[in-house]
């Protein structure tokens, strides 16, 4: 049975970041008071992510006790190993605010912990306890799918479908009405950065969320992530500002997307590897030879890793416009930033910088310039 919505994974998310301001002065202490059972190591270490960069410390376990003095300028999320590497599986994951924290770990089965402290690991924990009830449903649904699928009974098959479409709907009702009633808490944040960021859900959906935050919290980390998510993702949409960005061309020459300003420009993202791009390829050529003369340009951002085969397919199809490439691959950061998942796709920008049309094929790419550049 596909799932929807409701994914849900005990791993941290954090694959966008903003920057942050300069650390302000203020900040707040709190302090971990810990016991750990059933481990001979000589230290636990304690992960927290800020501005992108991931952060450890460790404490010293003496006679299965160990103590953290921390200071932070925002509740934040953390989480415990038993060994320094912060992508061991994190299944300790609490937040803290000003105060002490009590935590009992268990070193044979970290899963098994009771971590408690001020109101922000109390919001998350009853966060968690929601989430949980909802995977008890998703599980029973799921082994109810399969053993229709074992007695080929097609009937229930389409009735689990209905309902765990259903569940996806009470599990986004249930998310926006957690962060209704804690407009106040870092948690609320949390799962409107994390959550809530689905290609499922619908950007109306998200921002109707963050529009439930009390002021006092909306320049703390969660909600900026949030609101960052929010900005680059109408900077992909029709009928929004194109996100802006900046890459180098095969000769190294940073080109950004604004210098084309006064020009509508198709941003084309395709690949020397890829064959659906390379057939594609002689209709954007047709189309630039077509209206380059009435305001119309490309600007090629190519998901390749090795210069020479990009260089050698621009030449060998004629790719006469712009080109730009990081050499990342898949993890070209202006395909990222624009959600490219396949190619090839395009963005086509109108003078003011505006998406006015994307994905364009074929003759519809012609049909769209003949429209706008009468």
Not at 194 to 206: A, F, H, I
Not at 246 to 275: E, H, I, M, N
Not at 322 to 350: A, C, M, R
């Amino acid at each position: 049975m596909k799932n929807f919505i409701l994914t849900i994974s005990t791993g941290l998310i954090f694959t966008s970041a903003l920057a942050q301001k300069p650390v302000p002065e203020k900040t707040f202490s709190f302090k971990i008071d810990g016991a750990i059972s059933n481990y001979a190591g000589k230290f636990i270490y304690l992960h927290h992510r800020w501005d992108e960069k991931d952060f450890t410390d460790s404490a010293k376990v003496v006679k299965g006790k160990f103590v953290f003095s921390l200071k932070s300028i925002d509740p934040n999320m953390y989480w415990f190993t038993t060994v320094r590497e912060n992508n061991a599986q994190p299944n300790t994951i609490f937040f803290a605010d000003e105060g002490t924290i009590k935590a009992n770990l268990k070193g044979d089965s970290m899963a098994y912990s009771v971590i408690s402290g001020g109101q922000a690991q109390r919001d998350y924990l009853e966060y968690r306890q929601m989430i949980n009830n909802f995977v008890l449903v998703q599980q029973k649904m799921q082994t109810d799918y399969n053993t229709a699928i074992q007695n080929n009974d097609v009937n229930t098959q389409n009735s689990i479908k209905a309902e765990y479409q259903n569940l996806n709907g009470q599990f986004l009702g249930g998310l926006k009405n957690y962060v209704k009633t804690h407009t106040k808490s870092p948690v609320s944040g949390f799962i409107i950065y994390n959550d809530l960021n689905n290609p499922q859900v619908p950007l109306s959906e998200l921002e109707e969320a963050l529009s439930y935050i009390d002021k006092s919290i909306e320049n703390t980390k969660f909600i900026k992530l949030a609101q960052k998510r929010i900005n680059d993702a109408r900077g992909t949409m029709v009928g929004y500002p194109a996100n802006n960005f900046s890459q180098l061309t095969p000769d190294g020459k940073k080109v950004t997307l604004s210098d084309f300003r006064g020009k509508y420009v198709l941003v084309d993202f395709w690949a020397s590897w890829c064959r659906p791009c390379r057939a594609e390829n002689p209709n954007v050529v047709s189309a630039y030879n077509r209206f380059k003369d009435k305001g119309f340009t490309v600007l090629g951002v190519s998901l390749d890793q090795s210069k020479e085969p990009w260089i050698n397919a621009i030449q060998m199809d004629n790719l006469t416009w712009t080109h730009v490439s990081d050499l990342k691959g898949w993890g070209n950061e202006v395909g990222k930033l624009y959600g490219v998942t396949g190619i090839p796709q395009n963005f086509l920008i109108d003078k003011e910088g505006k998406i006015v049309a994307k994905d364009l094929r074929g003759p519809a790419l012609d049909e769209k310039l003949a429209e706008l550049l009468k």
